[in-house]
């Protein structure tokens, strides 16, 4: 249950007002916000729990079960049960359900079992960085690309 509260303070930070901005701009109560918040946090506790939780109604949401198999370290785990309401993984063809008793959860990648979290925690946000670099000078060069197209084309 403990892991439902590993996050870094900053992506916390950053999801908590994406979370709420919205729901003040569109002049939601401090009341209703918080009553939205404490269900969410509910939430979050169960699906990271080894509660019982119905088959029927894991069906519509992600509950504990569904919730491991997107943590597991299988392959046939990965990018898999993103969503609280079942619906959207369905709809993705992310859904996935198996039995969980034999399932090892954990991390993956050699990336982060370094044993040092905190030089991982940084080693993530540099590579966040890296990865929006790159996803710019993609963007840049697939522009230039279309724009030589188009001019070549038009001529």
């Known amino acids: 249950m403990l892991s439902s509260f ?15 901005l919205p729901l003040g ?25 080894t509660l019982p939780f119905p088959a029927w109604l ?11 198999i997107h943590h597991g370290i299988d392959e046939g785990c990965f990018n898999t049960n993103f969503g609280s309401v079942t619906l959207y993984d369905r709809l993705f ?8 008793s034999d399932l ?6 050699p990336f982060y079992l370094s044993g040092r979290p905190v030089t991982e925690m940084f080693a993530v946000i ?4 890296s990865n929006a670099r790159a996803t710019l ?15 070549r084309n038009h001529d």
């Not at 404490?38 to 699906?47: A, D, F, K």
């Not at 894991?58 to 491991?68: D, L, Q, T, V």
């Open 6 to 20: 590993r996050h870094h303070p900053i992506d916390k930070l950053a999801g908590e007002i994406c979370s709420m």
């Open 25 to 49: 701009l569109l002049r939601f109560s401090p009341d209703a916000i918080m009553i939205g918040m404490t269900i969410l946090g509910m939430q979050v506790v169960l699906t990271h729990s």
């Open 58 to 68: 894991e069906g519509i949401f992600s509950g504990p079960r569904a919730h491991a």
């Open 93 to 100: 063809g992310t859904y996935h359900m198996r039995d969980v």
């Open 104 to 109: 090892k959860t954990g991390l993956a990648d």
């Open 126 to 129: 540099s590579r966040v960085f």
């Open 137 to 151: 000078n993609f963007e840049q060069t697939a522009r230039g690309t279309a724009s030589m197209w188009i001019r």
